[in-house]
Nanobody, 122 residues
Framework: QLQASGGGSVQAGGSLRLSCTAS????????MGWFRQAPGKEREFVAGITWNGRRTSYADSVKGRFTMSSDNAKNTVYLRMYSLKPEDTAVYYCAASAYRSVENTALGYKYWGQGTLVTVSS
């Protein structure tokens, strides 16, 4: 199971931190990812990380603004989002993958958490 939290409403330029805690079978995975889906759009990859934190990957649209990290002791990954823009508005989902490399497509992820809404106003 994956439990995501931390969404909310902020003004453009603000920041938020999303958290996702893994439990049960999801602890047997190697990679965690964040995806987002805006109204009327397809779900898109945002960031991914290996549980040991050694490898990360980011979508071009968030590079330099978002940082993903992992805390193995807490079975939790974080997505720190800075300089938020209105186009970052979406429901954000965390996901877990059994692959050993960071996948940037939804098909690479087996387990999904519930979404958390991020709204950025201009």
């Amino acid at each position: 199971q994956l439990q995501a939290s931390g969404g909310g409403s902020v003004q453009a330029g603000g920041s938020l931190r999303l958290s996702c805690t893994a439990s049960g079978r999801t602890l047997l995975t190697y990679v965690m990812g964040w995806f987002r889906q805006a109204p009327g759009k397809e779900r898109e990859f945002v960031a991914g990380i290996t549980w040991n934190g050694r490898r990360t990957s980011y979508a071009d649209s968030v590079k330099g603004r978002f940082t993903m990290s992992s805390d193995n002791a807490k079975n939790t990954v974080y997505l720190r989002m800075y300089s938020l823009k209105p186009e970052d508005t979406a429901v954000y989902y965390c996901a877990a993958s059994a692959y050993r490399s960071v996948e940037n497509t939804a098909l690479g992820y087996k387990y999904w958490g519930q979404g958390t809404l991020v709204t950025v106003s201009s």
